[in-house]
């Protein structure tokens, strides 16, 4: 949650209640529809896990999407010892130690997620508990420009992106390519911070601006400054997929256009039907090479010759319902195999936060 302001929280929960958005029962009761995840081996007796709230909460309403109830329904299935861990709190450092495994979803403001990477990094290196996400995978949610070197690193095949840090090269930059182009700031969801530049005078405007005084952003206090991310807007076929790996297991979904408008991202026309096998391969490809106990990744299909391009990945995805794939009505999942590649589709629910504690914890003793 980005504010804390007691007026405009309240008015956020009226609307969130016209819309449906809080639990109306008790949280067991919500998620006992779906039959939980049921861990194959015994734990030691003094495992014990740590427990982050989501930072959106208000007022003692749950939303559906918080991610830490599903955490926790798994651990009282399975018989998991857990606290809730106030990881925000003065002496976190001493509470931290009595964990063997901390989960922690944070915020994508700016300073939840400078919060949540300083922290996790000390628990990991300093402290030697494992967290989710680890470090490694927090390194880089929310933040397209770290995503950037993975992709150049992994030969990813993705959107093609400037990405600058000085000003000289950038208005270089701008005599050589050409327009639209498609801005994106470091951290930003549901597109937010995206914007398109239709010509050079604008694009060249843009530039001086943000390695002057800076570009206000929607985040309070963060301005784009001193760097650009540009892309080229590509003409594709009117969606985004994204499709979930963890473990063997792929879902997936397609996000349809708006109307009158170029981002897909953040769009809740959604349409849930048989995945694409050679986008599902890619992403599990992906997740490999990043070594992530889960991975999203959201593409386009590039309309001049139907390939699969990589937009962004992330280690956190809204989860609403239980039901994150359905072919010819049925939810469900596919099951995945390499060497070679084999997908089969298999029905039944799940809640995926259950499937990535299972696979945190299948090589515990």
């Not at 594709?236 to 979930?244: S, T, V």
Request: charged content about 25%.
């Amino acid at each position: 949650m980005a504010f804390r302001i007691p007026f405009l929280e309240r008015k956020i929960v009226q609307l969130k209640k016209k819309k449906g958005e809080f639990l109306e029962v008790d949280r067991h009761r919500f998620l006992d529809t779906v039959p939980p995840v049921k861990l194959q081996h015994k734990l030691p007796k003094d495992f014990r896990v740590g427990l982050v709230k989501d930072l959106d909460n208000y007022n003692g309403e749950i939303q559906k999407v918080a991610h830490w109830y599903k955490y926790e329904r798994f651990l009282i299935q399975n018989n998991i010892a857990y606290d809730f861990f106030s990881v925000h709190s003065s002496n976190w450092v001493d509470w931290a130690q009595k964990f063997n495994l901390i989960v922690f979803r944070p915020d994508i403001s700016p300073w939840a997620l400078h919060e949540a990477r300083s922290k996790i990094f000390f628990i990991e290196e300093y402290l030697k508990i494992q967290c989710f996400p680890s470090y490694k995978e927090i390194w880089s949610y929310e933040d397209k420009i770290n995503l950037q070197y993975l992709y150049a690193f992994h030969k990813v095949e993705h959107v093609p992106t400037f990405i600058s840090h000085d000003q000289a090269e950038t208005l270089e930059f701008l005599k050589q390519t050409e327009f639209p182009l498609v801005s994106k700031i470091i951290n930003g969801s549901a597109s937010k911070g995206v914007h398109l530049i239709k010509n050079k005078k604008k694009a060249v405007k843009f530039v001086k601006k943000v390695f002057a005084e800076g570009l206000s952003t929607y985040w309070p206090g963060f301005n784009q400054k001193n760097y650009v991310y540009f892309q080229p807007l590509i003409k594709h076929k009117g969606y985004d997929l994204r499709i979930i790996i963890v473990g063997d297991k792929a879902f997936g979904y397609y996000k349809l256009l708006p109307k009158n408008d170029f981002r897909a991202s953040g769009s809740m026309h959604i349409q849930k039907t048989t995945l694409p096998a050679e986008a599902v391969e890619i992403a599990l490809d992906i997740k490999n090479k990043f070594n992530h106990t889960f991975l999203a990744v959201d593409f386009l299909e590039d309309s001049t010759n139907d390939k699969f391009l990589v937009i962004e990945t992330s280690v956190f995805v809204d989860i609403y319902t239980s039901s994150q794939s359905i072919v010819n009505g049925l939810p469900g999942y596919y099951k995945i195999s390499t060497a070679p590649f084999k997908m089969e589709f298999c029905q039944g629910e799940v809640w995926l936060q259950e499937l990535i504690l299972e696979e945190l914890l299948k090589g515990k003793p």
